[in-house]
Nanobody
Framework: QVQLVESGGGLVQPGGSLRLSCAAS????????MFWYRQAPGKQRELVAA???????KYADPVKGRFTISRDNAKDTVYLQMNSLKPEDTAFYYC??????????????????WGQGTQVTVSS
């Protein structure tokens, strides 16, 4: 299977910046796309940003112009640079990846994996 491990969350003041990282590991053949989601208390999980293997990106309206998603295909790692953070950005941030991996039997299979999440708190 494929595992995702996030890092980089924490407490930051409004207007500050944070950079999240998510590294994928396992018997990976290819990763089609990687995503960042977030979930605030009492709210549904929402898509924040997405990036394909070719570098095409998509952002949720609330973060456009403030957040930047990027990826290092050689390291199977995706990043989320968050600038001009606002209190409403406070949430648990999750990484997601979709692609293909080698099963225990050596066959290529599709996967969708989630990371464990990292807390981002924006507060003065």
């Amino acid at each position: 299977q494929v595992q995702l491990v996030e890092s980089g969350g924490g407490l930051v003041q409004p207007g500050g910046s944070l950079r999240l990282s998510c590294a994928a590991s396992g018997s990976i053949f290819s990763i089609y796309a990687m995503f960042w989601y977030r979930q605030a208390p009492g709210k549904q999980r929402e898509l924040v940003a997405a990036i394909t293997s070719g570098g095409s990106t998509k952002y949720a309206d609330p973060v456009k112009g403030r957040f930047t998603i990027s990826r290092d295909n050689a390291k199977d790692t995706v990043y989320l640079q968050m600038n001009s953070l606002k209190p409403e950005d406070t949430a648990f941030y999750y990484c997601n990846a979709k692609g293909r991996y080698y099963s225990d039997y050596g066959a290529l299979e599709d996967f969708t994996s989630w990371g464990q999440g990292t807390q981002v708190t924006v507060s003065s």
